[in-house]
């Protein structure tokens, strides 16, 4: 085989994974497309091994989560991007091992955190509570 031919072969397969649209080995899933092994999915796209998410794109192995993209391991997260191994995030950012936190960035292994800025226990929830209602989210 040459490189051209390769280079040709391997576009061409490209060019059939970008027209499927089909789901594989996924239960209950509605409006997704290109799912995989998993169940009760929602308007998802690319996701694996999830259940019960909605509006993801490009996430994997997560749990409850709404309108979040290319995350891994996260649960009952909503409108996060590239967080991994995290719970209950709401509009964060590559998190990594953090739980609680909203409207934050980069941060590695913490929790109750809004803005970056770390927050106790009640006044945390007191705040985004405040925030959803401001945001209506």
């Not at 397969?13 to 594989?24: K, R, Y």
């Not at 913490?110 to 770390?118: A, Y």
């Amino acid at each position: 085989m040459t490189l051209a031919d390769f280079e040709q072969r391997f576009r061409a397969l490209v060019a059939a994974h970008a027209e499927g649209t089909g789901n594989v080995g996924c239960l209950a899933c509605e409006r997704c497309q290109r799912c995989s092994e998993s169940t009760f999915l929602e308007d998802c796209k690319n996701v694996a091994r999830s259940n019960y998410c909605s509006a993801c794109e490009d996430c994997t192995e997560c749990s409850h989560c709404t309108g979040c993209t290319a995350c891994l391991s996260c649960s009952h997260c909503e409108a996060c991007d590239r967080c991994v191994a995290s719970a209950y995030l709401v509009k964060c950012i590559g998190l990594s091992g953090c739980t609680y936190c909203f409207g934050c960035v980069g941060l590695s292994k913490k929790d109750f955190h809004i803005l970056n800025e770390p927050y106790d226990r009640q006044a945390y929830f007191d705040t985004v509570a405040e925030l959803r209602r401001t945001m209506r989210i």
